[in-house]
């Protein structure tokens, strides 16, 4: 790959606004892969990746239309680490597959940046495959807050999802850029131009 192209590996808990921050790099020309995704592709109806995990979760995961119940499954692998290790196995290699691809095609036009976009970058082992590593944050009460409210759950349950994944402030250290998304969206606004002008060395692609 030319030492030109950038692989930006944009991460960060749930909740956090990743995805608005990736709109932000999108919408300056920069093809953003996103892993979930990836994810998504890799277990399309009848695929192979899909049929594995039938037969090591069941039929019960699987909704009427023959497309993986995403929620279902979530729920069984969330007090089950041994077979959520087993489902990582199945997907993980996929991903890495198919980011490949995309990010191939993203060079092949030209790109001299992308931004690779997993929640579970770091936890996955895979901040090799980037060049940097950039964490979007927010402070625990906010993170609570738009997690309740984005899917109607109770401060308890918020709060053991939050428990069950790495601490923000743990995932911080990683980022040789950490994006604080706990403002208002004018304040985001104006840290993400920073860094894109930073990024850029003068704002523009």
């Known amino acids: 790959m030319p030492a030109k192209i950038r692989i930006i590996g944009l991460t960060g808990g749930i909740a956090t606004g990743k995805s608005s921050i990736a709109l932000f790099f999108a919408e300056r020309g920069v093809p953003v892969i996103d892993a979930d995704q990836l994810a998504r592709d890799a277990v399309l109806p009848e695929s192979p990746a899909l049929e594995k995990i039938i037969s090591l979760f069941g039929r019960d995961v699987i909704t009427h ?10 729920t069984l692998i969330f007090s089950d680490p041994e077979k959520r290790r087993q489902l990582e196995d199945i997907l993980h290699p996929l991903i890495r597959k198919l980011a490949k691809e995309r990010i191939d095609l ?17 936890e996955a082992g895979a901040t090799d495959r980037v060049d940097t590593v950039w964490v ?7 993170q609570l807050e738009r997690l309740m409210r984005r899917d109607g759950i109770s401060p308890e349950q918020a709060q053991l999802i939050v428990d069950s994944q790495m601490p923000l402030s743990e995932k911080e250290h990683y980022g040789s850029v950490v994006i604080d998304n706990s403002g208002t969206e004018a304040e985001t606004l104006m840290i993400l131009e920073t860094v894109w002008a930073k990024e850029t060395g003068s704002g523009n692609e």
């Open 136 to 142: 979007v944050t927010v402070r625990p009460e906010i």
């Open 106 to 122: 993203a060079v092949a036009a030209g790109h001299q940046r992308i931004i690779y976009m997993a929640p579970l970058l770091i």
């Open 65 to 74: 239309y023959g497309e993986l119940d995403r929620k279902r499954l979530g």
